[in-house]
C-alpha cells in the first residue's frame, strides 16, 4: 500500500532561519501530493500541492517541488516566522481518493 | 469558504458507553472522512463515505461505525467505548474531483475515555 516517510521532529528554529522538512512517499502511479499544516487547536488546513512531476506547489512564502525520480516532496521556506509554529503534514493521495498522512513534523520558531 | 463543523471541542466519557461524534459541512460535498489524530502516529483513516447511506472501511475501522442519512453530515459512533480510543478525532469532506480535491477539516473533538 501507500505510504510516507516525513522528518521526525520536533524542529525548533530562530525566526528568518531556512526551514526544510523531507517527505518521501511509496504509491501506486504518481498520486497528487500535498502538504496540510494544522496551528495550535484547529483542525489541518491545505498548505500546497503539486499534481505532476516537477511541479512546485507555493503558499505563504512555503515551496515543495515533485520529484518523481527522488520520490520527494520535501517542504521549504527561506524565512521562517514565529506565527509558522505549528505541525506540518506531507500526504500523497492514494487510491480512492484516500490520502495517506505522515507522522507530522512540529515546528516551533523562536523569537 | 468550506465550514465543516463537529458539535463538539472536548468530550470525556466512560468505558462502555456509546459515544456519537457529529461532523456538518456546508459545502455539498459528496466526500466525508473520519481520521483519528494520535502522537507519532499522524492522521488514521478510520471511516469514510462518498455519497449519503454509503459508508467504507478506512485502515483502523475496528470498534467504530458510521452513519451518513444526510449528505452534510457523516457520524462515529463509538458503540462501546474503551480507554484506547481515547484521542483526537478529525473529520474531514471535499467535493468531487479525484485524488487533486484537497481535504477541508474541522476543528476535532479530543475525546477522553476514562
Known amino acids: 500500500g501507500d505510504s510516507v516517510t516525513q522528518m521526525e521532529g520536533p524542529v525548533t528554529l530562530s525566526e528568518e532561519a531556512f526551514l526544510t522538512i523531507n517527505c518521501t512517499y511509496t504509491a501506486t502511479g504518481y498520486p497528487s501530493l500535498f502538504w496540510y499544516v494544522q496551528y495550535p487547536g484547529e483542525g489541518l488546513q491545505l498548505l500546497l500541492k503539486a499534481t505532476k512531476a516537477d511541479d512546485k506547489g507555493s503558499n505563504k512564502g512555503f515551496e515543495a517541488t515533485y520529484r518523481k525520480e527522488t520520490t520527494s516532496f520535501h517542504l521549504e521556506k527561506g524565512s521562517v516566522q514565529v506565527s509558522d509554529s505549528a505541525v506540518y503534514f506531507c500526504?500523497?493521495?492514494?487510491?480512492?481518493?484516500?490520502?495517506?498522512f505522515g507522522s507530522g513534523t512540529q515546528l516551533t520558531v523562536l523569537p | 469558504d468550506v465550514k465543516v463543523t463537529q458539535s463538539s471541542r472536548y468530550l470525556v466519557k466512560r468505558t462502555g458507553e456509546k459515544v456519537f461524534l457529529e461532523c456538518v459541512q456546508d459545502m455539498d460535498h459528496e466526500n466525508m472522512f473520519w481520521y483519528r489524530q494520535d502522537p507519532g502516529l499522524g492522521l488514521r483513516l478510520i471511516y469514510f463515505s462518498y455519497d449519503v447511506k454509503m459508508k467504507e472501511k478506512g485502515d483502523i475501522p475496528e470498534g467504530y461505525s458510521v452513519s451518513r442519512e444526510k449528505k452534510e453530515r457523516f457520524s462515529l459512533i463509538l458503540e462501546s467505548a474503551s480507554t484506547n480510543q481515547t484521542s483526537m478525532y478529525l473529520c474531514?469532506?471535499?467535493?468531487?474531483?479525484?485524488?487533486?480535491?484537497?481535504?477541508?477539516f474541522g476543528n476535532g473533538t479530543r475525546l477522553t475515555v476514562t
Open positions: 500526504a500523497p493521495s492514494g487510491s480512492a481518493r484516500q490520502l495517506t
Open positions: 474531514a469532506s471535499s467535493p468531487p474531483g479525484g485524488e487533486d480535491s484537497p481535504l477541508h
